[in-house]
């Protein structure tokens, strides 16, 4: 059974600081990997996706990615209320052409 | 724009009246996927087409079918809806990139 595991939160952080959100998974063949945010009621949203080892920035988000050490993670730089969400991690399997969800962190932004 | 568009947005059936979900993809993409979401829960893939190659996740209930009669569209059948079966239905698509793009989703209340 391949998985993929985040803490669930919520995570508080205050508004202008950075949010650090974890994941590892367990599919070593996977190559690729994928940073959804999700706000309540609504349907995901692709904000970043990385295939390379090592970090990938694109605006206030950089997503770092370990093959070694299976773990995927999504940095967000001068944090707003507004990316108060749920961040689904998800991970490409290997063998089939679907992609594997975490269980999503649920990210609250303090003022 | 392109983009994934499901319809209805929200479906409201009664206890064992069948009822179909739609989606309809501009992007051209090869693969659409259908998902389950339940509160605080992470996605869970239903089935998905690679073209018109059907693969179905082995903890599909029976009572779920899917139809793709052409690119552009895929259908979501649930036969005889049960209080369990209400949730979120994701419809996403992906092409020759490997990211994968939702819809808004149908919300989904039996009755």
């Known amino acids: 059974q391949k998985e993929v595991e985040q803490n669930s939160g919520p995570l508080s952080v205050p508004e202008g600081a950075i949010a650090s959100l974890n994941c590892t998974y367990s599919?070593?063949?996977?190559?690729?990997f994928f940073w959804y945010r999700q706000y309540s009621g609504k349907s995901p949203e692709l904000i970043m996706f990385?295939?390379?080892?090592g970090d990938k920035e694109d605006g206030r988000f950089t997503a770092q990615l370990n093959k070694a050490s299976q773990y995927v993670s999504l940095l967000i730089r001068d944090s707003q209320p507004s990316d108060s969400a749920t961040y689904l991690c998800?991970?490409?399997?290997?063998?089939?052409?679907?992609?594997?969800f975490g269980s999503g962190t649920r990210l609250s932004i303090r003022p | 724009d392109a983009m994934v568009i499901q319809n209805p947005r929200y479906q409201v059936t009664q206890f064992g009246k069948p009822v179909t979900l739609s989606c309809s993809q501009t992007?051209?993409?090869?693969?659409m996927y259908w998902y389950q979401q339940k509160s605080s829960q992470a996605p869970k893939l239903l089935f998905h087409?690679?073209?018109?190659?059907?693969?179905n996740e082995a903890d599909t209930p029976d009572n779920f079918q899917s139809r793709r009669p052409n690119t552009s569209f895929c259908f979501l059948d649930i036969r005889s809806p049960g209080l369990g079966d209400a949730a979120m239905y994701l419809c996403?698509?992906?092409?020759?990139?490997?990211?994968?793009?939702f819809g808004p989703g149908t919300r989904l209340t039996v009755l």
């Open positions: 996403a698509t992906s092409g020759t990139g490997r990211e994968q793009f």
């Open positions: 599919d070593r063949g996977s190559q690729s």
């Open positions: 990385i295939y390379s080892n």
């Open positions: 998800a991970v490409r399997d290997s063998s089939a052409s679907k992609i594997i």
């Open positions: 992007l051209n993409h090869n693969v």
């Open positions: 087409y690679y073209d018109k190659d059907f693969n």
